[in-house]
């Protein structure tokens, strides 16, 4: 089965081209830090504040500090300066250090002996989603833009890769099955690794670094004509966008601006896991949630309720293959939502969007639930999003005092033909997997 579809691949001749050039990463140096997993950490959106006081607490310069920075007491600067003033100091104190040179680095995910994701990291360029060769797949948030570009700003880096996906089959008669950039990758996880590291998930991290000039050429040759999909990091690749448009704007010409540090990975060879995205409304309770919904739903109460969540999912899974569904949770109480009313489902939809897109059940949440139903926008001002956690989401709305709409996760075929056409499906509507860790390698700007 093809992993992405025709239009994501190759792109079509005399287009722009793909390129993911090499940088020289800044790493950790082991001998300074308590390990590795000490200091290393998930992507920033998916951090609750209280996992971010144990990264913290683990050692004193997880990259926590620098992606998620907090305002230190009695300092009148920005959050973004105190994170560009640490990332300055661990420099300065060899706590973390530049390569010696440039390099495309290949970097492994395993669980036990089970190989779960390879790809390689580099520096894409930045190409506008018009040009067909960096597809995003997902709507964004002003918010979260903005947050990351006055990071980036001010740090004057790419802090951690976003994650980007493509079909690695070489199409030239007599290469094999895979194309050089897939065979590089496999080639170079045979030599010693940079960085070997566990985690407390029990994911066993690697990274090897791809120097040889002969294999950059082969590796860029093989990129060039292809296309990639945003499969996370879509809040990251439009503050890349923004950067450069402000650089471009301010006369500075071409430079590191116009690249941004992401992974590649061939979803051919390592198929991604698409996980739900749940969302969290404080201020509306399950009892008028529940109530409300009845307007435009199907709603039946669950016996269990959130003391037996498992089977509550259970029911949504068997639900979701028939038609949009939904769990409405909180205050032990679930109510599980389905048979959307057509009338007001046709006309809550944005009349110029696909049928495709109007029929996924994250469009029906944004458009008919959310919106038309309960009055509320799908803003992270109004609403929380917990990615791939029915029981945090559960936790965060009782917390307070709100509800959580339980989702399933997005078919990987509908993600892929909305991207092909051209559209986006609503924001944080997918969470794809499994992530890289934070801080295996950072790209700078100087360096970079």
Not at 42 to 51: E, L, M, Q, S, T
Not at 82 to 87: P, T, V
Not at 192 to 202: E, I, K, M, N, Q
Not at 437 to 446: Q, S
């Amino acid at each position: 089965m093809q992993i992405l579809p025709s239009g994501h691949d190759p792109v079509a001749p005399g287009q722009a081209r793909l390129t993911l050039a090499p940088f020289r990463g800044l790493r950790y140096d082991p001998e300074r830090v308590s390990g590795l997993a000490e200091v290393t950490s998930p992507p920033y959106d998916v951090i609750a504040r209280d996992r971010a006081d144990q990264l913290l607490a683990a050692d004193p310069h997880n990259v926590v500090r620098l992606i998620l920075p907090r305002q230190q007491p009695g300092n009148q600067g920005s959050a973004y300066r105190d994170a560009a003033h640490i990332l300055r100091e661990w420099q300065d104190e060899q706590i973390l250090k530049p390569d010696a040179e440039p390099a495309l680095y290949v970097y492994e995910q395993a669980d036990g002996t089970q190989v779960l994701q390879r790809g390689l990291m580099g520096a894409v360029r930045l190409s506008p989603p018009e040009d067909g060769v960096v597809r995003p797949h997902e709507d964004v948030a002003p918010g979260p833009v903005a947050g990351r570009l006055q990071l980036m700003e001010a740090t004057q880096a790419n802090l951690e890769p976003i994650f980007l996906l493509h079909n690695g089959a070489d199409a030239t008669p007599g290469n094999g099955a895979d194309g050089a950039a897939s065979r590089a990758v496999a080639e170079a996880t045979r030599g010693r690794p940079l960085a070997d590291v566990v985690t407390s998930d029990g994911i066993r991290h690697r990274l090897w670094a791809v120097t040889s000039p002969a294999k950059l050429a082969a590796i860029a040759a093989d990129l060039a004509p292809r296309s990639v999909m945003i499969a996370d990091g879509h809040h990251r690749y439009a503050a890349y966008l923004a950067l450069q448009a402000h650089c471009e704007a301010a006369g500075a010409g071409a430079g590191p601006w116009d690249y941004g540090l992401a992974l590649l990975v061939d979803a051919a060879a390592y198929p991604p896991e698409i996980g739900a995205i749940h969302r969290v409304i404080p201020r509306l309770t399950p009892v008028d949630a529940a109530r409300l919904a009845a307007s435009a739903f199907s709603v039946r109460r669950l016996p269990g309720g959130t003391r037996d969540l498992p089977a509550a999912l259970g029911e949504l899974a068997d639900a979701s293959a028939r038609g949009p569904a939904f769990l409405v949770a909180g205050g032990g109480e679930v109510s599980l939502l389905t048979h959307p009313d057509q009338e007001q489902l046709d006309t809550a939809m944005p009349p110029d969007r696909s049928p495709r897109w109007r029929a996924l059940a994250a469009s029906v949440l944004q458009e008919l639930l959310l919106r038309a139903v309960w009055k509320i926008s799908d803003s992270e001002d109004e609403v929380r999003v917990v990615h791939n956690d029915a029981a945090e989401a559960v936790r965060q709305a009782d917390e307070a005092g709100g509800t959580a709409v339980i989702c399933s996760p997005m078919p990987a075929r509908d993600v892929y033909a909305i991207a092909g056409a051209g559209e986006r499906v609503p924001r944080k509507s997918t969470s794809f997997g499994p992530k890289p860790i934070t801080g295996l390698v950072i790209r700078t700007f100087a360096a970079g």
